[in-house]
């Protein structure tokens, strides 16, 4: 199975900041990568597709990057509702796999 | 607007078996990949099992196969998950997810969950 790991596990920044989420598979799976933003007792939401599509309705200083095994999240001006515990996921086969999650907490 | 409820949860003894729903609607169900992804008590995510749309394959997490059994009725636009030789580490909030495109893809819509606990 592809392992995915996310850092850094939790991630402390301030409203208006510029913040970066990492997710390494452990082999390429080419572009196969989504992320999700999880707020406490919700279903996740799906922000990104293909590693860097952005899904409708998701605000626009949100964005992924990467391909291979190396990919990143960014959010670039820190908004109080970000908080929330993000998740990559890697859909190059089965089994799917996520990520262990980054908490992301606003100062 | 696409909806998933997601019934069947419960508490359950070591051994036991249950059965989840997930009622789908506001899509063409029968056009879509389902899927069931869990969650632990204050942990991450993991995939469970996935149901092409014609239901003509089946794809389960290494540790759950020959325990559960997923199976979907696209005439009642709905998703099951049969559950059985339940082992303490199943206890879960198991959630049903949309496929986005195609068989192995993200997840665009969830349900709110239900959640599985199995006593020792």
């Known amino acids: 199975d592809i392992q995915m790991t996310q850092s850094p596990s939790t991630l402390s920044a301030s409203v208006g900041d510029r913040v970066t989420i990492s997710c390494r598979a452990s082999?390429?799976?080419?572009?196969?990568l989504a992320w999700y933003q999880q707020k406490p007792g919700k279903a996740p939401k799906l922000l990104i597709y293909?590693?860097?599509n952005l899904q409708p309705a998701v605000p626009s200083r949100f964005s992924g990057s990467g391909s291979g095994s190396e990919f990143t999240l960014s959010i670039s001006s820190l908004q109080p509702d970000d908080s929330a515990t993000y998740y990559c996921?890697?859909?190059?086969?089965?089994?799917?796999?996520f990520g262990g999650g980054t908490k992301l907490e606003i100062k | 607007e696409v909806q998933l409820l997601e019934s069947g949860g419960g508490l359950v003894q070591r051994g036991g078996s249950l059965r989840l729903s997930c009622a789908a609607s506001?899509?063409?169900?029968?056009?879509?990949?389902m899927n069931w992804v869990r969650q632990s008590p204050g942990r991450g995510l993991e995939w469970v099992s996935s149901?092409?749309?014609?239901?003509?394959?089946?794809y389960y997490l290494d540790s759950v196969k020959g325990r559960f059994t997923v199976s979907r009725d696209n005439s009642r636009n709905t998703l099951f998950l049969q559950l059985s030789g339940l082992r303490v580490e199943d206890t879960a909030v198991y959630f049903c997810?949309?496929?986005?495109?195609?068989?192995?893809?993200?997840?665009?819509?969830w349900g709110q969950g239900t959640l599985v606990t199995v006593s020792s």
């Open positions: 996921q890697q859909y190059s086969g089965f089994s799917l796999t």
């Open positions: 293909k590693a860097s």
């Open positions: 506001g899509f063409t169900f029968s056009d879509y990949a």
């Open positions: 082999q390429s799976i080419s572009s196969w």
């Open positions: 149901i092409s749309n014609v239901e003509d394959r089946t």
């Open positions: 997810a949309k496929g986005f495109r195609g068989l192995i893809t993200a997840f665009d819509s």
